[in-house]
Structures are given as structure tokens and as C-alpha cells.
């Protein structure tokens, strides 16, 4: 049950929202990081050291792509349980 800090039902309901938003996010991150590291070691595996520039290349792609993901994912589900994030007071959440 997402976590609320009253009973008011339009904190329940954009906390639902949040978490789940933030939980497609972050695993459709998870499934575009996998494939780009997936892709990555098999082009380098593919073309040896030919081809090791370009696979890491993908493999880093693949790897930003998730940590972005999941950066928005955090984001989304902090805003729907009332956290404003980093940027309150300049310090952390």
C-alpha cells in the first residue's frame, strides 16, 4: 500500500499514480539497459577487438538509458509521495 501522511484520498491516489509511473519507468530502463549491454558484448564478442570500441560504446548507451530511467522513476515516485527532491533547501531529500 503506498505510504501517505494523512488519510486524504488525493494523497493516496497520486501516490498510487507516482509509484506506479515510477515503476514502468525504471523497469522499461532495466529492459533498454539490458538490451544495450546485451547488443554491446555481442558486437565486441562478434568482431574481437575490431569492433570493442563500438560494443562499449552500446554497452554505455544502454547503461545511461537506465540510470536515467531510473532517475526519472525515483523522481516520479518522490513527487507522488509529497518529496520535492534535491533542489528543497539544497540538500537531499
Not at 18 to 42: F, I, L, P, S, Y
Not at 69 to 83: L, N, P, Q, T, Y
Not at 88 to 93: Q, S
Request: aromatic share 4%.
Amino acid at each position: 500500500m503506498p505510504s501517505t501522511n494523512d488519510n486524504n484520498p488525493i494523497t493516496f491516489v497520486t501516490s498510487t499514480l507516482g509509484n506506479g509511473v515510477g515503476g514502468v519507468a525504471k523497469t522499461a530502463g532495466g529492459v533498454v539497459g539490458a538490451a544495450g549491454r546485451g547488443v554491446g558484448q555481442t558486437v565486441t564478442g562478434v568482431t574481437g577487438s575490431v569492433g570493442k570500441p563500438v560494443g562499449d560504446a552500446l554497452e554505455a548507451v544502454g547503461n545511461g538509458v537506465e540510470g536515467g530511467a531510473r532517475s526519472v522513476g525515483d523522481g516520479v515516485e518522490d513527487a507522488g509521495k509529497g518529496r520535492k527532491g534535491f533542489w528543497v533547501n539544497g540538500v537531499g531529500k
